[in-house]
């Protein structure tokens, strides 16, 4: 049985837990990242997600509600500019009950926007380190281009970063520097390590990376491949291939399109172009143009704030009126994989990527929890306990937040915390190891303790 050191539960939508969006590779990577250093994620989620190949890749509980409250009415009601959905807000408010109904976390990383607000307001915010993540350009900066958000809502997400008691994380230095010191450089580790090494294979055609959306800017990417009649090379989703499909008809050039790949497939298709284009207008950050730039020369489009996240990097900046001109001319000149490693991108992102988890491990060491000063807490009289035996001893048919806060502010009298897969054991006996008799039941008698 694998016991690791720390819990995280990560908060994301299960509509972002999609393999062709930035939030659903985060997630994706950020698992694979702590379980290879010893630290047990769990994603709490507000509806329960689709079975599908990315979701099995995830390897990792998912949390959601018994019953979830539908999206319907806050479609109608939000149709031109978008608001918090208080439907989804009471979901994950449920979903992080039932999470704690069965584990104890260390931090709790808030990437859906609505759920900052649900985290840092449910009384746990001195027990548990509550981490916002910006995943939104308006999370961070007042002006935005293509804003889904009204207003009010906009400035409603940059106020709640002001809590006293919550941490702000961000992808890059940049957007530490926009947000304030308050604020923690945590960057997203790459999806797949497989793309910080050499992959000498036959290379041609012109990537684009990204859903059909206009922020994306997969109009300009379409107007350089008509002016300049290379190959198209496009990974999307499902919506977005129709759209691209139809269109690169139309051009009448060589196209290939890669649907939500994952994986080995994800890489070889990057690997198997020559020259990658990103012409985005609004990020965050820019997680498909980092993995792009680690194998190929990538363009993007000058005087972009989001560009700002990689100053340092290996890329190339043009213009409209440019892009044909200098993309033939990078296609020319880098026409194997060797010719773009020897400017050194996969030394530089290989210790870029050696930094990650220390910077994540560095934020989690720094919250200091709340510790009682009473001894008289019912959890004490326990020496050694399976953490979701006790909350159903308790007989409650839904667990008060107090249940939860007394545990986790006598958890420091216990002098082994354990988490495994599925459980959080605590023992006053030092360098406790549990006997698993059977596991194939939450709220089976696990471990024989000794």
Not at 155 to 162: G, H, N, P, V
Not at 322 to 337: E, H, I, P
Not at 409 to 419: D, I, P, Q
Request: with cysteine.
């Amino acid at each position: 049985m694998k016991t690791y050191n720390k819990r995280i539960g990560f908060l994301v939508s299960y509509q972002t837990l999609v393999p062709h969006g930035g939030i659903g590779q985060f997630t994706k990577s950020f698992i694979r990242l702590m379980e290879e250093n010893n630290v047990k994620v769990d994603i709490i989620t507000d509806k329960k997600p689709q079975d599908n190949e990315f979701i099995k890749s995830l390897n990792t509980n998912i949390i959601y509600p018994e019953e979830s409250y539908g999206y319907t009415n806050h479609s109608a009601i939000f149709m031109y500019g978008d608001s918090y959905c208080y439907e989804r807000m009471a979901n994950f408010r449920n979903s992080i009950i039932r999470a704690l109904s069965t584990n104890l976390y260390d931090a709790l990383i808030c990437n859906t926007y609505e759920t900052v607000q649900v985290a840092s307001t449910m009384g746990l915010e001195d027990v548990i380190q509550i981490i916002a993540y910006t995943h939104l350009e308006s999370q961070i900066f007042p002006n935005t281009l293509h804003n889904p958000f009204l207003d009010s809502v906009n400035e409603m997400m940059r106020k709640q970063l002001e809590m006293d008691d919550i941490f702000i994380g961000t992808q890059s230095k940049y957007n530490k520097l926009e947000i304030g010191n308050d604020a923690w450089h945590l960057p997203i580790p790459i999806t797949e390590p497989d793309l910080l090494k050499e992959h000498h294979v036959e290379r041609e055609g012109v990537l684009f990376i990204g859903r059909w959306e206009e922020g994306k800017n997969p109009e300009l990417y379409l107007k350089l491949i008509g002016e300049t009649k290379l190959p198209a090379r496009v990974m999307t989703n499902a919506n977005g291939a129709k759209k691209f499909e139809a269109r690169l008809k139309e051009l009448n050039v060589d196209y290939k399109i890669a649907v939500s790949v994952i994986g080995q497939e994800k890489i070889d298709f990057i690997t198997s172009c020559r020259v990658a284009f990103n012409p985005s207008t609004v990020e965050s950050y820019g997680m498909a143009f980092y993995e792009q730039q680690i194998q190929l020369p990538t363009f993007v489009i000058e005087d972009q704030r989001w560009t700002e996240n990689f100053k340092g990097h290996f890329f190339f900046e043009t213009n409209k009126k440019d892009m044909a001109k200098d993309v033939l001319n990078a296609y020319d000149m880098f026409s194997t994989a060797k010719e773009w490693y020897n400017k050194g991108t996969l030394l530089y992102n290989q210790q870029k990527e050696a930094e990650v988890f220390d910077k994540w491990n560095l934020c989690f060491e720094s919250f200091t929890p709340r510790q009682s000063n009473s001894n008289t807490a019912k959890i004490l009289s326990y020496d050694t306990l399976v953490y979701a035996d006790f909350i159903q001893d308790l007989g409650r048919k839904t667990i008060c937040i107090d249940d939860v806060r007394s545990v986790l502010t006598n958890k420091s009298k216990y002098a082994t915390v354990l988490y495994t897969d599925n459980h959080t054991i605590l023992s006053k006996e030092q360098d406790y190891v549990p006997v698993v008799k059977n596991e194939t039941n939450v709220f089976d008698d696990l471990f024989e303790f000794q």
